[in-house]
């Protein structure tokens, strides 16, 4: 399993933006080969800060979301509300299970 988490830094006048678009984003992602979950969040202590946390079930199916139309609209889109660049990482995961 792939997994990528990050923050997302968004100018604070464009967050509303940046959630209608982030919206779209989780919807059309949901439906891709291979997605095991794509969500945004809010970060309670800053709420022009947005996490995103995905779960594949390989690389081969993250390398074919980024070469989505969603994936290509919503970069264009987001590149106009950043106020710094992402900080996203992705995790190769061998092992998991419940706490």
Excluded at 34 to 41: A, D, V
Excluded at 78 to 94: D, E, K, T
Aim: proline share 4%; charged share 25%; with cysteine.
């Amino acid at each position: 399993m792939i997994v990528v988490s990050g923050s997302i830094y968004i100018k604070p006048n464009k967050v509303e933006q940046a959630i209608e678009a982030a919206k779209v984003m989780m919807e059309k992602t949901a439906e891709e080969q291979g997605c095991i979950s794509y969500r945004f969040f809010a970060d309670i202590e800053a709420p022009d800060v947005f996490r995103v946390f995905e779960e594949w079930e390989s690389d081969e199916d993250l390398q074919a979301h980024f070469k989505t139309a969603h994936m290509a609209k919503f970069q264009k889109q987001i590149s106009g509300f950043l106020a710094a660049p992402p900080a996203i990482r992705r995790y190769v995961v061998s092992e998991f299970g419940d706490l």
